[in-house]
């Protein structure tokens, strides 16, 4: 019988990965009256207070790093902070949010594509499986209509998807790092740096010119305190009480989560492609974990941090 502090384990992580699939959403609303850096910047200077009060209050602290894991830290805030926020919104603008949520769920293919590129590890065969049939399931939906008012879905998903593999790049860069940081402090410095970065690109976009739309000034506000704040608690509460590889399970409701939002909320329509997407997405990532699972691999888990 399952405890029930297992049982709290998972309703933890299923809110997590919820309010993760909600950020979809959110950033449809950013980007139809606030341009990315601006929103990115507005995003962290709300979220990083937050997250310094609680390293205050738990007593947390960030270690000692060499100069090495500094530039580690640097190019993760760049990629998963700053990048990763800021083409999720530039692809919004250009295509819908059912579709933005089905290529979130493509993180843990990306992930592996960019290990076996980039770093030269070398994957079964179940694992390149896994990774041709999410990209032939983000290919169907590139063949949708575009976004009512926008350019070409195609170009809306390559963001979307440059948007992933950012945030790919910063889960690979965090297992090099020579000391560990512990998540609350990762996240803090992560917000620091993204604020820093995102505000120096800021005056690109001229904010001081914006209208500043409340709709869109709200959707910066929840992203920052509910997903970003809120999830990372959430997350990380529920990890405690259950495995590794049980919590990594959870990461496959974030798609599932936006898409039912963005049908829900927004109102948008699931065509037969974007259903299919959907269902090849899905599959590749069963067919990844349990491909890990079958090698003693634990599968690296897409936290809220993003």
């Known amino acids: 019988m399952i405890g029930s502090e297992r049982i709290r384990g998972y309703v933890y992580l299923s809110a997590a990965m919820a309010l993760v699939g909600s950020t979809v959403v959110a950033s449809k609303l950013i980007g139809a009256g606030l341009p990315p850096f601006t929103a990115t910047a507005l995003r962290f200077a709300i979220a990083l207070p937050c997250f310094a009060l609680l390293m205050a209050m738990s007593g947390a602290r960030i270690p000692r790093l060499c100069r090495r894991d500094w530039m580690l830290l640097t190019v993760q805030a760049v990629a998963g902070s700053v990048g990763y926020t800021t083409l999720l919104i530039a692809g919004l603008q250009r295509a819908t949010a059912v579709d933005g949520g089905i290529i979130l769920g493509t993180l843990p293919l990306v992930t592996a594509a960019i290990a076996v590129l980039v770093l030269g590890e070398r994957p079964g065969k179940a694992a390149l499986a896994a990774i041709g049939v999410a990209a032939f399931g983000v290919w169907m939906m590139a063949r949708g209509p575009a976004a009512p008012g926008g350019e070409s879905s195609l170009a809306g998903n390559a963001l979307i998807l440059g948007a992933v593999a950012c945030e790919g790049v910063f889960i690979l860069l965090n297992k090099r790092l020579r000391t560990p940081v512990p998540p609350l402090a990762l996240s803090t410095l992560m917000a620091g740096l993204g604020l820093a970065f995102s505000a120096l690109a800021c005056p690109t976009e001229a904010p ?99």
């Open 208 to 306: 001081w010119t914006l209208a500043l739309p409340a709709g869109a000034v709200a959707a910066v506000g929840y992203y920052a305190l509910v997903p970003t704040v809120g999830g990372f608690l959430l997350w990380y509460a529920g990890a405690a009480r259950v495995r590794g590889s049980e919590a990594a399970l959870f990461t496959a409701l974030a798609p599932v989560s936006a898409v039912a939002l963005a049908a829900g909320l927004l109102g948008e329509s699931l065509s037969a492609a974007q259903i299919g997407g959907m269902a090849c997405v899905l599959g590749a990532v069963l067919m990844l974990g349990g491909a890990q699972r079958a090698v003693g691999t634990p599968r690296r888990d897409a936290t809220s941090r993003g």
